[in-house]
């Protein structure tokens, strides 16, 4: 089987990393999706609600994890960096797949199609794990 890529998180931005850390890979890549390039601002998690922009996009849980640590400081631009984050989703859709998840299951994780990432796995040169591939019949 080749090697997977390994693609490290210092591959983003230090705002998009803690952005990640705080509050995962899924909801950095949606805000980037809705906002990458346009400054941004939080408000303090107090003043947050549901019907924020932000919480539609993230869920109220991670945007008020956000406005936490940046609520109430002047406005930011907000990096796209969005081949750095795909890079980083495909590497771990990789391991995840070799290791322990079905692409049904990344599928519904990551917000992709199963044939998406059948392509993605397949593009890598990635096989399915022996103990999840099919029997042979003869």
């Known amino acids: 089987m080749p090697s997977q890529p390994k693609v490290s998180i210092e591959l983003l931005p230090p705002l998009l990393r803690d952005f990640e850390r705080l509050i995962g890979l899924r909801a950095t890549m949606a805000l980037v999706q809705g906002w990458g390039g346009l400054r941004i601002y939080f408000p303090t998690p107090d003043r947050i609600t549901v019907d924020h922009p932000y919480a539609k996009a993230i869920g109220l849980e991670a945007v008020k994890t956000l406005c936490k640590e940046y609520g109430g400081l002047p406005h930011f631009q907000l990096p796209k960096a969005e ?15 070799t290791t322990r998840k079905t692409a049904r299951e990344l ?32």
């Open 83 to 97: 081949r750095a984050l795909l890079a980083v989703r495909n590497a771990r859709i990789a391991e995840d797949y």
């Open 107 to 138: 599928a519904m994780e990551y917000g992709l199609t199963e044939r998406q990432v059948a392509r993605l796995i397949g593009s890598m040169g990635i096989s399915a794990p022996k103990e999840r591939r099919q029997k042979s019949l003869f």
